[in-house]
């Protein structure tokens, strides 16, 4: 067994702005929703530089001002409850050859400080393209009730956790029924999953 001086040893051998750096998910650190600082693979991911990047608000990344608003309002009395969130969301290349594309991402957070929620926080971004793909062209609520059907929400729970009445939900999810040529909810599903 390691001794408490065997592990500072080995602590203070490793270069933690290298792993940062390099971690294999996208990370940011953040101020009031703007990006302070970044690794490589959420440029990588982005499509865009780290000089680009830093200093600039999240919704650079978001499809639309109006899902950034949203995703702020969502997340903040969760961060401040519990000090983390998580979710699967629909986000935008900004450059690169892929510019504009969007795709879903798994995004968690942590608040530093839960009564403060946007304060700052420590973010990770994983790409989920290769698993679920955006085909179908959605409305930005369409992308967030499709988050949450994929998750297993009802539609009662859904409504919830974004504030519409659970019929709004149905009539959101009859549209995504129609735009996936699903038959049933759990085609549906099945259907959002392949993208």
């Not at 933690?16 to 294999?24: G, K, N, V």
């Not at 600082?37 to 978001?62: A, H, P």
């Amino acid at each position: 067994m390691d001794s408490p001086n065997t592990r500072n040893l080995a602590a203070a051998d490793i270069d933690y702005r290298l792993a940062f750096d390099l971690a294999p998910v996208g990370m940011v650190l953040s101020r009031n929703r703007t990006i302070v600082d970044c690794n490589q693979r959420v440029c990588e991911m982005f499509g865009v530089t780290q000089e680009r990047l830093i200093g600039q608000s999240f919704q650079l990344l978001y499809p639309s001002a109006d899902e950034y608003e949203r995703t702020g309002q969502r997340i903040a009395p969760i961060l401040n409850a519990n000090g983390v969130y998580a979710d699967d969301r629909v986000m935008k290349r900004v450059g690169g050859r892929l510019q504009g594309e969007t795709f879903w991402c798994h995004v968690t957070g942590r608040a530093l400080n839960r009564d403060a929620p946007h304060e700052a926080g420590i973010w990770t971004f994983e790409d989920l393209s290769a698993r679920k793909p955006v085909k179908a062209e959605l409305t930005a609520r369409e992308r967030e009730v499709a988050a949450h059907l994929m998750d297993g929400l009802t539609s009662k729970e859904i409504g919830r956790a974004l504030g519409i009445s659970h019929r709004t939900v149905e009539i959101y999810r009859v549209k995504l029924m129609r735009k996936y040529q699903a038959g049933s909810a759990a085609d549906l599903i099945q259907k959002l999953m392949r993208g």
